[in-house]
T-cell receptor
Framework: EAGVTQFPSHSVIEKGQTVTLRCDPI?????LYWYRRVMGKEIKFLLH????????ESGMPNNRFLAERTGGTYSTLKVQPAELEDSGVYFC?????????????FGPGTRLTVT | GQSLEQPSEVTAVEGAIVQINCTYQ??????LSWYQQHDGGAPTFLSY????GLEETGRFSSFLSRSDSYGYLLLQELQMKDSASYFC?????????????FGSGTRLQVQP
């Protein structure tokens, strides 16, 4: 079974540009999460989808971030326009079942550098 | 609000036993999870404790004391490949939220 995949693995953009990150969850997983880790600090929650619906977007830092989940399958996270403080590693995770909240399967992350 | 505290760094030698502690403050507690992350890799689920006591999975065990708001991850027979960051996490406290709040992570360095 394929794991969670993310694309691209790295992205270097200039301040003010737009970047779109993609996440493909494990097939059949209804829950999809986006997290961000900045400068080796804690992994911070951004938002949570259940199928195609946004269940919780309380962690989204501001309206420069837009997440979508088309047809309840893959998800995209767009940052527009990017700022320097958006640099970090963006992780996607998916889960399903009784322990869905506690046992999440993470992708390898997208390392975003804004210069 | 919620907060989790872990030591930032722990060093141990191959073959030894190491304990990584986690104390938490949260409004509403549903359980404590542990994740491992190797440099440049994806966080990987290790264990989950909902009730007090010790859960064992091979060389790794996780303990929870809800009355003390405390848990730990115990790694036995340390191997070089155990060098990684370890995160404790709790469910976000607000009713209906189904996200995890992570600690800052403990970087474990295993030396030969």
């Amino acid at each position: 079974e394929a794991g969670v995949t993310q694309f691209p693995s790295h992205s270097v953009i200039e301040k003010g540009q737009t970047v779109t990150l993609r996440c493909d969850p494990i097939s059949g997983h209804d829950n999809l999460y986006w997290y961000r880790r900045v400068m080796g600090k804690e992994i911070k929650f951004l938002l949570h989808f259940v199928k195609e619906s946004k269940q919780d977007e309380s962690g989204m830092p501001n309206n420069r971030f837009l997440a979508e989940r088309t047809g309840g399958t893959y998800s995209t996270l767009k940052v527009q326009p990017a700022e320097l403080e958006d640099s970090g590693v963006y992780f996607c995770a998916s889960s399903q079942g009784r322990l869905a909240i506690y046992e999440q399967y993470f992708g390898p992350g997208t390392r975003l550098t804004v210069t | 609000g919620q907060s989790l505290e872990q030591p930032s760094e722990v060093t141990a030698v191959e073959g030894a036993i190491v304990q990584i502690n986690c104390t938490y403050q949260t409004s509403g507690f549903y359980g404590l999870s542990w994740y491992q992350q190797h440099d440049g890799g994806a966080p990987t689920f290790l264990s989950y404790n909902a009730l007090d006591g010790l859960e064992e999975t091979g060389r790794f065990s996780s303990f929870l004391s809800r009355s003390d708001s405390y848990g730990y991850l115990l790694l036995q027979e340390l191997q070089m490949k155990d060098s990684a960051s370890y995160f404790c996490a709790v469910r976000a406290g607000d009713t209906g939220r189904r996200a995890l709040t992570f600690g800052s992570g403990t970087r474990l360095q295993v030396q030969p």
